[in-house]
């Protein structure tokens, strides 16, 4: 069961990287594609994210 936290925990964070890096693109001038589309895709990662953080926790807590 450890592992599958473990495993749980690292998409979490894999997520919220992907939000970060998504975050970091509507920065740069002349980024495609457009910037509602990465707004929208880092919410969705960052939600992803949330997610996996609260089931990890979950499992964390239970063990």
Same mark, same amino acid.
């Given at each position: 069961?450890?592992? $599958?936290?473990? *495993?749980? =925990? &690292? !998409?979490? *964070?894999?997520? $919220?990287?992907? +939000?970060?890096?998504?975050? =970091? +693109?509507? @920065? @740069?001038?002349?980024?495609?594609?457009? /910037?509602?589309?990465?707004? /929208?895709?880092?919410?969705? =990662? +960052?939600?992803?994210?949330? #997610? &996996?953080?609260? #089931?990890? !926790? !979950? $499992?964390?807590? &239970?063990?």
């Amino acid at each position: 069961m450890e592992i $599958f936290t473990s *495993v749980v =925990l &690292f !998409i979490s *964070v894999a997520f $919220f990287v992907g +939000a970060v890096h998504h975050l =970091l +693109a509507l @920065k @740069k001038p002349g980024m495609y594609p457009p /910037k509602a589309l990465l707004r /929208k895709r880092a919410g969705t =990662l +960052a939600g992803g994210g949330a #997610i &996996f953080l609260l #089931i990890g !926790i !979950i $499992f964390y807590t &239970f063990q």
